[in-house]
């Protein structure tokens, strides 16, 4: 077999799938242009801790896929100007800062944003520094990036992003602790419901139960100190929601008063705070000492109104006073759910 002529041998044999590059860069692209937009129009309206916290932080997100489309952008557009790819990223890095700082001072910023310039800036970095350890490109144009240098690029940009987003971490740890508790749907004890306590006219407290409480002497329960007025007590927001399934709503208190209280048991199934009529109010007459209380979930299927309640999206839940008394101290342990 004779050996083919030099003219006749191709400078490059394409290799198949070698032009993948810029369809990846594409869909890198629309992907960050999306969630860029999901950031401004998304969370129009919170209706939950993750979505206020998420909105607190929507300037981080926001600057970061900024950063991404800028980024690739350039390398879409500008590589026919710009040959390195290591410039595509000071590109970025410079358009970013200025886009920040015209935000700044054309808009104001957002007054109600908890998170600074800088912290957005350091977030939009964080972006970037995770792109370039995932880039191959620039691994193929800087021999240096190979091995550890791009592992410490990659751990730098997720160490960055980690803590302008730190705020998140004990809001999800929350919401671990309330799925991992169910069918408890209310502990005030525990640390994940902190966050989603709300107080009226009342304090509240962990210590150990009362001697004269059978069964939870010494246990870790939840002391409120409430002045006597009505209306005094604690609302609990988002419990776990889904109740259907289940037959009967277990509380256990324990009040100091010296006479019998009227405790009204509120829910709620809608995200908008509900007027009475359409909220399901239940009474509990609380004698001084030990109460055990089985509420059977048939108590809450009917608003006042005649509204249907949809257990499945339960949203709220409270205790408060019915009525006036004398201050008093209301030991409450673990509220669950329970079959016949």
Known sequence: MNPAE???????????????????????????????????FGLTKPRGLLEETLQDLREIFFFGFAALIILEMTALIGRRWIRKR??????????????????????????????TPLQTFVGAFGFLALSAALDRGLKREHAWLRGWPRRSIGILGALLVAAVLSPLGPVLASYAGRAGAFPEVVDLAAIWQEPFVELHDAELFVGKGPEKWPLRTGKRVALLLLDGAPGAGVMVQEPFKDWTGFDVLKLNLFSTAAEPITVNLRLEDSSRILPPEERITYPLRVMPGANDFFVPLEAFRTAPSGREIDLSTVRRMGLFLAEPSEPLRLYVHRIRLAER
Do not use: C, F, K, W
């Open 6 to 40: 030099p003219t006749q041998v191709p400078d490059r044999e394409p290799v198949r799938g070698s032009r993948r590059g810029p369809g990846a860069r594409l869909m890198v692209l629309y992907g960050a242009i999306v969630l860029s937009l999901l950031t401004v």
């Open 86 to 115: 290591s410039l595509y990223y000071a590109v970025a890095v410079v358009a970013v800062a200025g886009l920040l700082a015209g935000y700044q001072l054309i808009l104001g910023g957002d007054p109600e944003s908890t998170v």
